[in-house]
């Protein structure tokens, strides 16, 4: 890519000239490598002297700005010709302090202070499944679902003392967001290995629940492809505030440790219009990325449409077929330049998967986070999305989760279970409202589903009604005929449809499900089985949704999960049980 000067958006004051190619640095001088983020040291690399903070010191002052900065915002700016001048930079806020058991410990800190937002948060709306009799529909169809979004934005309002929107709370989220030590495969192919467990459902007498376990490979470090990654960085006036714009570059900077030198980056950042802040870098050059990252500053409209434009285009003039070429978008969700209608969005991305470019998703902030937006990009895109609360949950999901976040084992990845009548009177898929698919689109390559990394696992919980026991629906008085006697002790039949990574025709994985995965009690059930039933209940009863009998309460819940806990290395667990904790007490029952 031939070097040109670029603009950068609005009020993030930034005109940098990219030099060299799109290997990175100049030829000339040799790669930076990495080390402390100083101004001497990001000022000899072409970048503004940093913000000085640090989250990592005992008290941390967010609001802190060099002598450069506040000397040049005293100063009047003259426009460079063809470029728009910036609005003056607000004034500051006072300065914030947190300590370092708030920022590094295991339990999210307290509310961090954000300007004032109008409560504007959009959630896509989707109606609780609905139960279904076996004779009508025995067959159930959905997309998998590896993201984690809903648990932290969820875990976020509950810390606040705030009960979460009820479309805010997508159960299949909450369960998927937990690694329950599922059998893995032992070879690449087929990359998935399914576990199950059919149980007595806790909360429904004469009811069962169907827990369906599907482990993905996780391929060896040393033979993962290379990475040719695109940040894309919101820098709007709405991603002020130490809980979003700080908090995505802190989250950067974590992503920036894992890469290694065959990884290449650039960084895109937006807000009234979109410009390009890095040159495709190698991984070598950590601290030249580091100092691209510090010199963001937020301010201005959100030209989300343009930047995601930019983005792809700098990911397909560096693509490699033989890396993984993502998008990495670190936003609120609230575009309002230009494309910024989910519809539209949402066709964009679809269109530009084709070209083999995957797209993540990180949210930010809280009063105008846009899930809805989110959703649309992430399900379209070939890629995940995930909410940023903390800066322990950047470290969970681009650290201790970085392979199974960006290196895809496998592409449209679909579940089916066909339940055999004469065994199942009813059933009930627990979370995946927004995406189930028709059953014809099992077969389908053309329809697109969801992705999965490496070492990810996927869950799903059906609840059934036995053969014999009392459905939820009366018989029909016509035409009702009685279930024919097929397929043995066999309960139902699971189909796991799949691609290849870049791969355009699926493969298939089979297995029945049986007496022999069938457990006399929940107390009999594996731990996995247990915790994962506890957060499905957790789940259910913040969304108010009326298959949870009122005796089945949050103690029970909260009792569920403790007794499920086991090894539980980073605390995960043990914070959901104090979820639990925290639920009862902004629901009140």
Not at 141 to 146: E, G, H, L, R
């Amino acid at each position: 890519m031939a070097s040109r000067p670029l603009r950068i958006l609005g009020s993030t004051a930034l005109s940098l000239l990219i030099a060299g190619s799109a290997g990175g640095p100049s030829l000339a001088l040799p790669p930076p490598g990495d080390g402390a983020v100083t101004p001497e040291a990001c000022a000899a690399l072409g970048y503004a002297a940093p913000v000085e903070e640090s989250y990592d010191s005992v008290v941390v002052t967010a609001t802190k700005r060099t002598r450069q900065d506040r000397r040049a915002s005293r100063e009047p700016k003259v426009p460079s010709p063809g470029l728009v001048a910036p609005p003056p930079p607000p004034p500051p806020p006072p300065p914030t302090t947190y300590s370092a058991a708030q920022i590094g410990g295991f339990m999210p800190p307290s509310p961090l202070p954000v300007p004032p937002v109008r409560d504007t948060e959009k959630y896509p709306g989707a109606a609780a499944n609905p139960v279904k009799r076996v004779a009508d529909e025995p067959v159930s169809t959905f997309s998998i679902d590896v993201d984690t979004a809903a648990y932290a934005n969820v875990r976020r309002f509950l810390n606040e003392g705030a009960a979460p929107p009820r479309d805010a709370v997508r159960v299949e989220e909450l369960i998927n967001y937990f690694d329950y030590g599922y059998a893995r495969p032992t070879a690449q192919e087929p990359p998935f290995k399914a576990t199950i467990a059919v149980v007595p459902s806790p909360w429904s007498k004469d009811r069962q629940l169907l827990h369906i376990g599907v482990q993905g490979y996780a391929a060896p470090r040393a033979g993962q492809p290379p990475l040719n990654l695109v940040f894309l960085v919101d820098t709007s006036g709405s991603m002020s505030g130490p809980d979003r714009l700080p908090l995505a570059q802190k989250a950067l900077n974590v992503l920036i440790d894992q890469l290694r030198p065959q990884d290449r980056v650039a960084i895109v950042a937006y807000a009234g219009s979109a410009g390009a802040v890095l040159s495709p870098t190698d991984g070598r050059s950590k601290l030249k990325m580091r100092c691209a990252l510090t010199a963001l500053h937020s301010g201005g409209s959100t030209a989300g449409g343009q930047g995601l434009k930019l983005a792809y285009d700098l990911a397909r003039q560096n693509f490699d077929p033989k890396a993984v070429n993502r998008v990495i978008l670190m936003t609120d969700g609230d575009f309002n330049v230009g494309i910024a209608e989910p519809a539209r969005l949402k066709d964009f991305v679809a269109d530009q998967r084709k070209s083999g470019v995957y797209l993540s998703v990180y949210g930010f902030g809280r009063g105008n986070y846009n899930d809805t937006m989110m959703q649309a990009l992430a399900q379209n895109g070939n890629g995940t999305a995930a909410y940023v609360d903390s800066l322990q949950e950047a470290r969970k999901l681009l650290r201790d989760d970085f392979d199974s976040a960006l290196f895809p084992i496998a592409d449209d990845v679909k579940i089916q279970v066909e339940f055999n009548p004469a065994r199942v009177n009813e059933y009930r898929l627990i979370g995946y409202e927004t995406r189930l698919l028709n059953r014809e689109d099992f077969n389908n390559d053309q329809v697109d589903a969801g992705e999965v990394g490496s070492g990810a696992a996927v869950t799903a919980i059906y609840e059934i009604t036995p053969a014999g026991a009392t459905p939820s629906s009366d018989p029909l008085r016509y035409g009702a005929k009685p279930p024919p006697v097929t397929g043995g002790d066999e309960l139902a039949f699971l189909k796991i449809r799949y691609k290849p990574p870049g791969g355009s025709t699926s493969k298939l994985i089979e297995r029945p499900i049986g007496s022999g995965d069938a457990r006399a009690s929940l107390a009999a059930a594996p731990e996995s089985t247990r915790f994962a039933v506890a957060v499905a209940a957790y789940g259910q009863k913040l969304r108010g949704d009326p298959w949870v009998d009122a005796g089945f309460d949050w103690g029970a819940i909260t009792d569920l999960a403790q007794g499920a806990r086991g090894e539980d290395p980073y605390g995960l667990r043990a914070e959901f049980v104090q979820l639990t904790r925290a639920a009862k007490d902004v629901k009140g029952s």
